[in-house]
């Protein structure tokens, strides 16, 4: 009774609260690695691709210094990028 009472029934709770722990890091594991993958494929779809572009081309124009052929010249430069679209 002893025994049970001071090594049985701790070691019991002891096991659930390890097996418990081990189950949340798991879901914390699977639960990063499905972002990562979320992550990596918005970057390759084409509203990845087109927010890139809006991006780059609007710190383009914000650089630019020249008048309005440099902006051309610039958008010219991605327009392969405008035909993924």
Request: net charge positive.
């Amino acid at each position: 009774m002893l025994i049970d009472y001071f090594i049985l029934k701790p070691n019991r709770k002891v096991a659930h609260l390890t097996q418990k722990m081990n189950t949340i890091q798991s879901l914390k594991q699977q639960h990063h690695q499905a972002l990562n993958y979320r992550l990596k494929r918005f970057a390759v779809t084409k509203v990845g691709i087109a927010s890139a572009f809006t991006a780059g081309a609007g710190y383009q124009a914000l650089n630019g210094n020249s008048g309005k052929s440099n902006k051309l010249s610039q958008l010219s430069q991605f327009s392969w990028l405008l035909r993924l679209l």
